[in-house]
């Protein structure tokens, strides 16, 4: 573990001299540290805890964990290392469909590849996850701040930004560039509880970027966009299904809920890979439930009156019918969804 510098740039997920280095995001705001992973078994339980959080991330650090298991691995059971760790890591976070896709392209990579060759293709295969998740990114980033009028105030739930991809961020990264075309004039910033990755994280990434900002209480967004005090409200998304169900950070549904009845616009920014053409709606997202101590306390400390319980789901579903649009790094996805989907599933252009 090493101290990082203060201020950007900054680096959330890398692989870094045979390891998996991480920007430890439990730390944040608080401390900016980096984690050196060595087995597979670190890099599981940091996609678990949350020291490494957000779907294409947490996509990018599993690509890494195999690899990592590939370079451990004894001569002749690369293969099987490959398939232990693949196993292991898909059941660290059941929601974010980044995870499976990430493990399945590694996997499909070193498939029929002589054992000496495996573990340098899995390598290979993981970095190339990485790039193409920047230039996602920045594909996005440009379609999305297109969208946004000048002198927006731009509403955010949850964290979607560098930390959240390991590129240039979902939402939060056309927040950020659309900052910088002078589009934007001011975000509100969801505290998103229990973790608090709005207050936390969002937060942080917009200090970062020089981004200006407040932080709000969950319970005030649907009052101030319903008083004509946001332009536009922007999330991520951890699921897509393929009717354009989306499942994300819990809380997220009331933006949307809010948006829909103050009819501004209610965009969901997502890499391709968010997008699960085997859900077919937002019915067959499993719902992580987590511990209800994040419920329960705050900083380690019991917040909540001794002896009450707590139910904890990580995420909720927002219909289809509620999402104005999809920003993605196909271009922008207006209704209907599912045809859009399919279509930049195969690979086909936006019309």
Partial sequence: MSALPPGPPYVPVAWHQGRVRLLDQTRLPEESFTLDLATVEEVADAISTMRVRGAPAIGVTAAYGLALAASLAPAGGVHAAIEAA???????????????????RVRTAVAGVPDARAAATALE???????????ADRAAATAGAALLPPGSVVLTHCN??????????????VVIEAYRQGLVRHVLADETRPRLQGARLT???????????????????????????VTVAIVGADRVAANGDTANKVGTLGVA????????????????????????????????????????EAGGVRIAAPGASALNPAFDVTPARLVTAFVTEAGVFRPPFGPAIARALRGEPAP
């Fill in 160 to 173: 979607t930004g560098p930390l959240a991809t390991a590129g240039l961020g979902s939402a939060l990264g």
């Fill in 203 to 229: 937060a942080w990434e917009l200090q970062q970027h020089g981004v200006p900002f407040d932080v709000i209480a969950d319970g005030a967004a649907a009052s101030l966009i319903l008083g004509s005090r």
């Fill in 257 to 296: 809920l809010a948006a829909h009845a103050a009819g501004i616009p209610f965009y969901v920014a997502a890499p391709i890979s968010t997008f699960d053409p085997s859900t077919p709606s937002g019915d067959a997202i499993p719902i992580e439930e987590r511990d209800p101590a994040e419920v329960l």
């Fill in 125 to 135: 295969a993981a970095l190339a996850i990485h790039e193409a998740q920047r230039e």
């Fill in 86 to 104: 693949a196993s292991t890591l898909s059941a660290t976070r059941p929601t974010a469909v980044n995870l499976r896709w990430a493990l399945d």
